[in-house]
Nanobody, 126 residues
Framework: VQLQASGGGLVQAGGSLRLSCAAS????????MGWFRQAPGKEREFVAG????????YYADSVKGRFTISRNNAQNTVYLQMNSLKPEDTAVYYC????????????????????WGQGTQVTVSS
């Protein structure tokens, strides 16, 4: 399974970015997906998750109301729309594939994800 994240960049505070993650190697539509991030000197943390069908999402409190996760199963792609960005959102963002098939709800648990993309850098300037 390969996950290829893209869309990161440098943006001013208050701006927006849209991350994409293209998946290959297994039936994408059978599994949930998640986005995590890791800032320098900090542990990787959960950002958002979406179940296999796209009708259930879950967000970290720090991004709720600003970020939106979505997916297109026909294109094997998951997205993270990030609005009202803050300097504290600066991190490397990783997409990840849930190991659970047809799970009804996404999970923030790190150990539930068994495939990881390479990461894309997001930098928010103040």
């Amino acid at each position: 399974v390969q996950l290829q994240a893209s869309g990161g960049g440098l943006v001013q505070a208050g701006g927006s970015l849209r991350l994409s993650c293209a998946a290959s190697g297994r039936t994408f539509g059978n599994y949930g997906m998640g986005w995590f991030r890791q800032a320098p000197g900090k542990e990787r943390e959960f950002v958002a998750g979406i179940n296999w069908s796209g009708d259930s999402t879950y967000y970290a409190d720090s991004v709720k109301g600003r970020f939106t996760i979505s997916r297109n199963n026909a294109q094997n792609t998951v997205y993270l729309q990030m609005n009202s960005l803050k300097p504290e959102d600066t991190a490397v963002y990783y997409c990840a594939g849930d190991r659970r098939i047809f799970a009804l709800v996404p999970t923030p648990r790190f150990d539930a994800y068994d495939y990881w993309g390479q990461g894309t850098q997001v930098t928010v300037s103040s």
